[in-house]
């Protein structure tokens, strides 16, 4: 499925989570199967997906990984390209 966003756009934590989300889902992939191979715990991952900001690190790799984009967070948060 195409990406619903594009370079430029500005998302919430919450959008970019659910993005990671059902990038991940689409590649068939668990959470368990992204911490693992992020060298991190899956609660990470849940709280990364859910847009906490204590999970912003870990949201950013999610996005970088599962998409062609990359994510600047100041002053806020916009897709860019790698």
Do not use: C, W
Request: glycine share 4%.
């Amino acid at each position: 499925m195409p990406n619903p966003y594009d370079a430029g756009d500005y998302l919430s934590l919450e959008e970019l989570g659910q993005l990671a989300k059902r990038r991940r889902r689409e590649d068939g992939e668990t959470q368990e199967d992204a911490a693992a191979a992020r060298r991190v715990e899956q609660s990470n991952i849940s709280r990364a997906e859910s847009g906490r900001s204590n999970a912003k690190d870990v949201l950013f790799r999610l996005i970088r990984h599962y998409t062609e984009l990359d994510v600047e967070s100041e002053p806020r948060y916009r897709l860019v390209e790698k």
